[in-house]
Nanobody, 126 residues
């Protein structure tokens, strides 16, 4: 069992930055791939970024490439999502998710993950 808790969300002006954190407890965090997803009102969960358990591979949705950076610190059992140049389309509840490590392509489907946090709200004002 892995418990995930997101933090770092808030209200920011367009063009600003936020860093989200995902703190994990339970089984060994370093054996899990981590993904970040978001959900805007009335929409499905949307893949944002993912990082392999070993931190040697990352994946991003096209609309955040060059603006968002996913990272992890296995010694601290924490994953991060640095978000720069935010715009109104980034407004959503952001969730982190974990799935047991794999050696295949990083997963982009919400249902492919085994554990999810409760989410943190990010609101970008224009």
């Amino acid at each position: 069992q892995v418990q995930l808790v997101e933090s770092g969300g808030g209200l920011v002006q367009a063009g600003g930055s936020l860093r989200l954190s995902c703190a994990a407890s339970g089984r060994t965090f370093s054996t899990y791939d981590v993904g970040w997803f978001r959900q805007a009102p009335g929409k499905e969960h949307e893949f944002v970024a993912a990082i392999r358990w070993s931190a040697d591979s990352t994946s991003y949705r096209d609309s955040v490439k060059g603006r968002f950076t996913i990272a992890r610190d296995n010694a601290k059992n924490t994953a991060y999502l640095q978000m720069n140049s935010l715009n109104s389309e980034d407004t959503a509840v952001y969730y982190c998710a974990a799935r047991l490590r794999s050696f295949s392509t990083l997963q982009r489907q919400w249902s492919a993950y085994d554990y999810w946090g409760q989410g943190t709200q990010v609101t970008v004002s224009s």
